[in-house]
């Protein structure tokens, strides 16, 4: 089975740290994500990456930053944590390439519950 | 952007009925569609997707109807049993390859 986890569970940050939260798959998808999901919005795409140290922005990249030094690690930073950003962080993962279907779903880690104070 | 949404925020039905959730998806150049469940405290975890050359497709007790028509997606659960309370998103593919547009879900009650 894939799995993905996260770093951890709940975590609680005070305004203006620096946030660092990590994410490891083991089934050498190439590809990687982050969303926040926040009630009546939905998943909404903030990272992805296609390949190591690739990076590309999503829907909401303003006030977080990426890193994906190795193929199955994914690191979501939040430069200088703001209370808009108390959210549940979700990462993700999926094979590569153009081909629908076939396993290119989405794989997704239980979630980091954070919240900024 | 592209926008995916659900008609019913809530949905509540008898263990052993028939569950319908509904979707609809605005972008007509997607090309996959999957449908989450998320249960309380976890993420999200695939049921079932679709391609858009397909109109239908079961699995285990699921089946999804793509309705390229008119835009629209549904997940039918049969005899649905108390542990398919969950949220279920459904989720579209752009041609943006592997990106993923969400739906705010849809919260399932089932009442034993």
């Known amino acids: ?117 | 952007g592209e926008s995916v949404g659900l008609h019913l925020p809530t949905l509540s039905v008898q263990e052993g009925d028939n569950s319908i959730i509904n979707c609809a998806y605005s972008n007509s150049a997607s090309d996959y569609f999957i449908w989450y469940k998320q249960e309380s405290g976890k993420g999200p975890q695939f049921i079932i997707d679709i391609r858009s050359n397909m109109d239908k497709r079961q699995g285990q007790r699921v089946t999804v109807l793509l309705n390229k028509t008119v835009k629209h997606l549904s997940l039918q659960i049969a005899a649905t049993q108390p542990g398919d309370s969950a949220v279920y998103f459904c989720a579209e593919r752009t041609y943006n390859f592997n990106k993923f547009y969400f739906g705010s879900g849809t919260k399932l009650n089932v009442k034993p």
């Open chain 1, 1 to 117: 089975d894939v799995k993905v986890t996260q770093s951890s569970r709940y975590l609680v940050k005070r305004t203006g740290e620096k946030v660092f939260l990590e994410c490891v798959q083991d089934m050498d998808h190439e590809n990687m994500f982050w969303y926040r999901q926040d009630p009546g919005l939905g998943l909404r795409l903030i990272y992805f990456s296609y390949d190591v140290k690739m990076k590309e922005k999503g829907d909401i990249p303003e006030g977080y930053s990426v890193s994906r030094e190795k193929k199955e690690r994914f690191s979501l930073i939040l430069e200088s944590a703001s209370t808009n950003q108390t959210s549940m962080y979700l990462c993700a993962s999926s094979f590569g390439g153009w081909l629908a279907g076939d396993g290119r779903e989405q794989f997704f880690g239980p979630g980091t519950r954070l919240t900024v104070l």
